[in-house]
């Protein structure tokens, strides 16, 4: 993904880039995880990044992450139209803190905490999850990508 992003920057930069992104997730691996509940467009499970083998991997890996009672996963089918967001985005809720919303664009990460923002990304967010498939919907829909990528 970032070497077709980001075609000039050298292997080591793009080294660094997956090294960091990797790094992130071992917040998915501690006792105190967070609670993760991601809804993605069914385009991230049927877009041929990589190799066969490497499409393969990434619905394995989400079903081995959905087995946690801490995540949740939800798909968006083709079929559903154009998806109330327009640009992926993460809200972060803090227990007693305000609700965060998290942006990233090219190079840049953001974290906005005015109210209006918030809200109307949480709008948004309530809206996919209205129309992406239940979470085991979803996990039969990765299961049956799989099949097909194994033809």
Do not use: N
Request: proline share 7%; hydrophobic share 40%; aromatic share 4%.
């Amino acid at each position: 993904m970032f070497r077709a992003a980001l075609p000039r920057e050298d292997s080591a930069a793009i080294a660094e880039r997956v090294a960091a992104r990797l790094q992130r997730h071992d917040v998915l691996d501690r006792d105190d995880r967070p609670l993760l509940w991601v809804i993605l467009d069914e385009a991230c499970l049927r877009r041929t990044v990589g190799s066969p083998e490497i499409m393969h991997e990434q619905p394995a890996h989400l079903l081995a992450m959905s087995e946690s009672p801490h995540t949740t996963l939800q798909v968006i089918p083709f079929d559903t139209g154009a998806p109330p967001a327009g640009e992926s985005y993460t809200l972060l809720r803090f227990g007693d803190q305000p609700t965060a919303l998290y942006t990233e664009a090219r190079g840049l990460g953001r974290v906005v905490d005015e109210a209006t923002s918030v809200v109307t990304a949480t709008e948004d967010y309530e809206r996919l999850r209205a129309d992406a498939l239940s979470p085991q919907k979803a996990l039969a829909e990765m299961h049956k990508v799989m099949e097909e990528l194994r033809r």
